[in-house]
């Protein structure tokens, strides 16, 4: 069978989903994708022909948008092979789970789904892949990273996970974790010593970095609906944006703000992560975004965002 995966190419819940396309299926193409070039990237496929040539066609942690799921959904030969997997509840909200071919799962049984762990539950359903205990641990701790379980779990592994991520890059995080699996195939994720240190030089670049973003930061009133939101906006690089809010809450909200709002200098996104339990993806999509309750993101190229850079000088 030969497999077409779009999934995410910026965390390693995308990455996760690609790990296990290259363990399920010999002849599999893998397409990384930003958060926000899904739709044009399938639509290339699909203008260009090449996606008719495959026999299944996936996209992991993310979901495409309007035009093309209605254009999918008219093509009978594509929508039957295509299937997406999400798990962002604002595609719920934006009514792109009416097809039959887009399944969008933010919670499943009490626990928060990701799109590893939804790909991991499709494929060891419909025999595709076989369970293994270092698949299972893989999993599970990139699912409570990606859903902020692993806090809860006080589960430090999925964070260096992440850290390995940032720091090696997509194509060499894979290779990490596909080495890992076929080594140690009937055991858990270790890591070795220069993995260690990967993860500890990681840390203390962050404390030397903290500081100088934070001294710089806007701190921004958003009305939506009546309602007022006190947005922190910093500049930072991507890999940080699951540390930051961590940061300020530790150090006791000094800042009195709802959620930081980091304004990538590296891609053109902006993260927005909780500081109080408000729900985030509010103001994300605001601006054309989208994502969860903690953690939601929109495009800096927005129109709509762009107007508040230039009023508020961010």
Request: glycine share 4%; with cysteine; net charge negative.
């Amino acid at each position: 069978m030969k497999v077409l995966l779009f999934t995410h190419s910026q965390d390693i819940d995308g990455a996760g989903c690609a790990v296990l396309a290259t363990e399920a299926f010999s002849d599999v193409k893998i397409i990384p994708t930003k958060t926000f070039d899904i739709t044009s990237n399938v639509e290339k496929f699909m203008n260009s022909g090449e996606i008719y040539s495959f026999d299944q066609i996936f996209v992991t942690d993310l979901c495409i948008k309007e035009p093309v799921l209605s254009r999918i959904d008219c093509d009978k030969s594509l929508k039957n092979k295509l299937m997406v997997l999400d798990h962002h509840k604002t595609e719920i909200e934006e009514g792109n789970d009416k097809y039959d071919f887009v399944n969008i799962t933010v919670e499943r049984n009490g626990r928060k789904e990701s799109g590893t762990s939804l790909f991991y539950q499709y494929l060891l359903e419909n025999k595709f892949l076989t369970r293994s205990h270092i698949l299972d641990v893989l999993v599970e701790w990139t699912r409570q990273y990606d859903v902020w379980d692993w806090k809860k779990q006080e589960n430090y592994n999925a964070k260096k996970l992440h850290i390995l991520f940032e720091t090696l890059g997509y194509n060499q995080y894979l290779e990490l974790i596909l080495n890992k699996i076929h080594r140690y195939s009937s055991q858990s994720i270790e890591f070795n010593d220069f993995e260690n240190k990967v993860v500890a030089h990681y840390e203390e670049m962050f404390r030397n970095d903290i500081l100088g973003f934070l001294s710089k930061m806007k701190v921004v009133e958003i009305e939506i609906q009546n309602i007022f939101y006190k947005v922190g906006y910093i500049r930072c690089p991507y890999k940080y944006r699951n540390d930051i809010n961590e940061f300020i809450i530790h150090e006791g909200n000094t800042f009195e703000i709802d959620m930081v709002g980091m304004i990538m200098m590296d891609i053109d996104t902006v993260s927005y992560r909780q500081i109080k339990d408000i729900d985030v993806s509010i103001i994300a999509k605001h601006f054309g975004g989208k994502g969860h309750r903690a953690a939601s993101s929109n495009s800096q190229s927005n129109s709509l965002f762009q107007e508040l850079l230039k009023k508020y000088s961010i």
